[in-house]
């Protein structure tokens, strides 16, 4: 097998609009805050500079306790889902595969269908979807190695049966608490909403090393790409690559998921998006992924809050009207390019 890297330029236009989408994210909103501002707040904050002449204080309370916070979480998230998603795919060797696969969504989703439900704090929210995440892929793969052993079919059906499972649940919780729909339903559909830093400081450790782990198998995922048996001979043991690989983008897919709700479509619409452009290997397609993911989030939150101003959508409703036509093309293309 050729060694592969990463094409400069890919990388270089990859962060050229990766950067413009966060200046628009940061300026553009309810509240328009001028360009040069935010520049001179940002150098503002390099060690040894000193600049005037930025924003005033209710512009930069705006920037720096709603923008920022608003926009780091949905690069965070974006980042996290599509890389995870392009790592499920390289694992399963399927390309409808997306990071809500084992249970992750369902389990997530009853989590904080409790939380809310029980009319606790909504801080225990976040708590409440990650461990209702990790459950259930826990259940899954409980269920799938009972009845199957370590086949990755026998998995996606045990994620199958758990999600169902677990959504019944939820549908059964929500029936008998329907005065608190309309905010299970809104946490359903994806938000960004941050009051401060807390979503970005809870969320960064597990997508950065969720993230990490998934880019130093990135060679490992070419290999089985060629498949299984066949990696087995060229060294690679490949069920322990999946173990991990599946591991590190769940983790990170819970954490994800507990502080923005199920944002769809991101984890399988930009993998395919990189390898239409960029190449197939997985040391092209994971890195370009995650940034791609989180240009791509950031741009859908921009919507989200812009486009029936001074309402916002929930920013899954964003993803779901590029992300299903999109589906629907690799659904089609599928038997041909895979």
């Known amino acids: 097998m050729r060694p592969v890297r990463l094409p400069r330029r890919w990388l270089l236009a990859s962060l050229a609009v990766l950067l413009a989408a966060v200046l628009l994210g940061l300026t553009v909103g309810p509240a328009g805050l001028p360009l040069r501002g935010v520049l001179t707040e940002i150098v503002d904050l390099v060690p040894g500079v000193d600049l005037a002449g930025g924003l005033d204080d209710r512009q930069a309370a705006v920037l720096w306790q709603l923008r920022a916070p608003r926009v780091v979480l949905g690069l965070l998230v974006g980042a996290m889902l ?12 399927n390309p409808l595969a997306d990071p809500y696969l084992l249970g992750v969504a369902a389990g997530a989703g009853l989590g904080a269908t409790f939380a809310i439900v029980s009319g606790g704090s909504r801080l225990l929210l976040p708590l409440a979807a990650f461990t209702g995440g990790v459950l259930g892929v826990a259940a899954t793969y409980a269920l799938g190695r009972g009845v199957g052993g370590r086949s990755t079919n026998s998995l996606i059906l045990a ?15 929500n029936q008998r608490n329907t005065d608190s729909l309309r905010e299970v339903y809104g946490w359903i559909l994806g938000r ?14 597990y997508v950065a090393v969720s993230a990490a782990v998934l880019l130093a198998h990135r060679r490992l995922l070419d290999v089985l790409s060629v498949g299984p048996d066949e990696a087995g001979t060229l060294g690679v043991p490949a069920a322990r690559v999946r173990l991990v690989v599946v591991l590190a983008a769940t983790l990170g897919t819970a954490a994800a998921v507990s502080v923005s709700g199920l944002i769809g479509f991101v984890g399988i619409v930009v993998p395919h998006i990189v390898r239409m452009l960029a190449g197939s290997s997985y040391r092209i397609v994971l890195p370009l992924a995650a940034l791609v993911g989180a240009t791509f989030l950031v741009v859908a939150d921009l919507v989200a809050r812009t486009v029936v101003s001074p309402g916002e959508l929930p920013v899954g409703v964003v993803t779901a009207f ?3 036509p999109f589906f629907t093309l690799v659904l089609r293309s599928a038997r041909r390019t895979w």
């Not at 599509?82 to 795919?89: K, N, S, T, V």
């Open 82 to 93: 599509a890389i995870a998603g392009a790592g499920y795919q390289g694992v399963f060797r």
């Open 192 to 205: 960004l909403l941050t009051a401060g830093w807390g979503e970005v400081l809870t969320v960064l450790p």
């Open 322 to 324: 590029v992300g299903a």
């Open 159 to 173: 994620g199958v049966a758990v999600a169902a499972f677990l959504t019944a649940v939820q549908t059964f919780v």
